[in-house]
């Protein structure tokens, strides 16, 4: 399968806290990876990305690792602030590489 | 200096009526998409069009029919609107190669 497996619901961390979003994907083959991200009324926009084993995307402070040996693509930060608070998507691209599968979203609200 | 523009932002309708979304980038990329987000936030691909060709049809009612004029458009038309097309339909364009993908601001659909 294509499928994109993420933290669901919402995550309440306080500002200064650390963060991980899990996301694993399911795959035969090696795909892109990709976190984004979608502001309230806005469009999803691409946070950081991955394009093979071993890579790590960086952005912001937030940081992935691509894993292959546990298939895993995890959202990280040291320190969280009030205007992370977003909708986070890990994603990837499906075999045909033609089309983006989406996670179902994880809603980070950062408390001051 | 917009990327990715969509036309109208808000539509309400009524049941059974017949509309159009509109979707143009000025990205100079050759392959663009319609996804549909619902009110869980859960993006799903409905189409993609490379070099204005059909290349995913995902499981969408024939109700929705994309045209795309040419590379730089690709407007989603839906006839006899139902209760359950009530969601946020967002366009998105890439390099095929590459796949990252650049989402336009969404547009509202509600019908009534």
């Known amino acids: 399968g294509d499928s994109v497996v993420q933290t669901e619901g919402q995550v309440l961390p306080s500002e200064g806290d650390s963060l991980i979003v899990n996301c694993s994907y399911e795959?035969?083959?090696?795909?892109?990876l990709f976190w984004y991200v979608q502001y309230p009324g806005e469009g999803p926009q691409l946070h950081l990305k991955?394009?093979?084993?071993?890579d790590k995307g960086r952005n912001k402070g937030f940081e992935a690792m691509y894993r292959k040996e546990t298939t895993s693509f995890h959202l990280e930060k040291d320190s969280v602030q009030e205007s992370d608070s977003a909708v986070y998507f890990c994603?990837?691209?499906?075999?045909?590489?033609?089309?983006?599968?989406f996670g179902k979203g994880t809603t980070l609200s950062v408390s001051s | 200096d917009t990327a990715v523009s969509q036309t109208p932002k808000y539509l309400v309708t009524q049941m059974g009526n017949d509309k159009s979304i509109k979707c143009e980038q000025n990205l100079g990329h050759d392959t663009m998409y319609w996804y549909k987000q619902d009110s869980k936030k859960f993006l799903k691909i409905m189409f993609s069009?490379?070099?204005?060709?059909?290349?995913i049809n995902e499981t969408v009612p024939n109700r929705f029919s994309p045209k795309s004029p040419d590379k730089a458009h690709l407007n989603l038309h839906i006839n006899s609107l139902e209760l359950g097309d009530s969601a946020v339909y967002f366009c998105?364009?890439?390099?095929?190669?590459?796949?990252?993908?650049?989402f336009g601001p969404g547009t509202r659909l509600t019908v009534l």
């Open positions: 998105a364009s890439s390099h095929r190669a590459y796949n990252e993908q650049f």
């Open positions: 069009y490379n070099n204005k060709e059909l290349i």
């Open positions: 994603a990837r691209d499906n075999q045909a590489g033609t089309a983006l599968i």
């Open positions: 991955a394009m093979k084993a071993n």
């Open positions: 795959t035969t083959q090696y795909p892109s």
